[in-house]
T-cell receptor, first 109, second 117 residues
Framework: SQQGEEDPQALSIQEGENATMNCSYKTSINNLQWYRQNSGRGLVHLILIRSNEREKHSGRLRVTLDTSKKSSSLLITASRAADTASYFCATNAGNMLTFGGGTRLMVKP | EAGVAQSPRYKIIEKRQSVAFWCNPISGHATLYWYQQILGQGPKLLIQFQNNGVVDDSQLPKDRFSAERLKGVDSTLKIQPAKLEDSAVYLC???????????????FGQGTRLTVV
């Protein structure tokens, strides 16, 4: 079973625009992580936010976490064509890492 | 630092045949995961090892899937016999975490794409 569910399932934007992806989960977590997957490749870790954190930044990435609503969002600012990929949230509970279904992002040049 | 190595990259087999995948995690990583990713879906955890012990295998179809982690390092995942619905990418990942509730990321290999015909 999948703990996290991303929304939207697919997103298409123009280069330079911001992209926002949301993740909802069901049970208590230790941390929440976001991963990126290019077509046909493995997953690459982007950012980790702990359960006691509310917001975290890394370059053009901004992640928020609301444990009361069991939700998180990933914002990619000033998107580039190279950001085209699938993005997954993963919840970590008891060192188990459970992924959602992903958001497929397409950034048009 | 070398990444997670998986082999083979691609495998095509007929249904009812057997297949094995190999994973070499990052040196020193205590936790090893095997995930199954069906096209268009997120990765589904099959089995998780902490050193050479199984932490969770609740979603592993044990009638046909088996996995082992030798001496707490390399791991193999086997399917016998394969079914058409086993067609997927099998991802191996490792993490430095040595204890539960640790806050570390997972590093993924490139995966093995299995096609069952």
């Amino acid at each position: 079973s999948q703990q996290g569910e991303e929304d939207p399932q697919a997103l298409s934007i123009q280069e330079g625009e911001n992209a926002t992806m949301n993740c909802s989960y069901k049970t208590s977590i230790n941390n929440l992580q976001w991963y990126r997957q290019n077509s046909g490749r493995g997953l690459v870790h982007l950012i980790l936010i702990r359960s006691n954190e509310r917001e975290k930044h890394s370059g053009r990435l901004r992640v928020t976490l609301d444990t009361s609503k069991k939700s998180s969002s990933l914002l990619i600012t000033a998107s580039r064509a190279a950001d085209t990929a699938s993005y997954f949230c993963a919840t970590n509970a008891g060192n188990m890492l459970t992924f959602g279904g992903g958001t497929r992002l397409m950034v048009k040049p | 630092e070398a990444g997670v190595a998986q082999s083979p990259r691609y495998k095509i087999i007929e249904k009812r045949q057997s297949v094995a995948f190999w994973c070499n995690p990052i040196s020193g990583h205590a936790t090893l995961y095997w995930y199954q990713q069906i096209l268009g879906q997120g990765p589904k955890l099959l089995i998780q090892f902490q050193n050479n012990g199984v932490v969770d295998d609740s979603q592993l179809p044990k009638d046909r899937f088996s996995a082992e982690r030798l001496k707490g390092v390399d791991s193999t995942l086997k399917i016998q016999p394969a079914k058409l619905e086993d067609s997927a990418v099998y991802l191996c990942a490792s993490s430095l975490a040595r204890v539960l509730d640790s806050y570390t990321e997972a590093f993924f290999g490139q995966g093995t794409r299995l096609t069952v015909v």
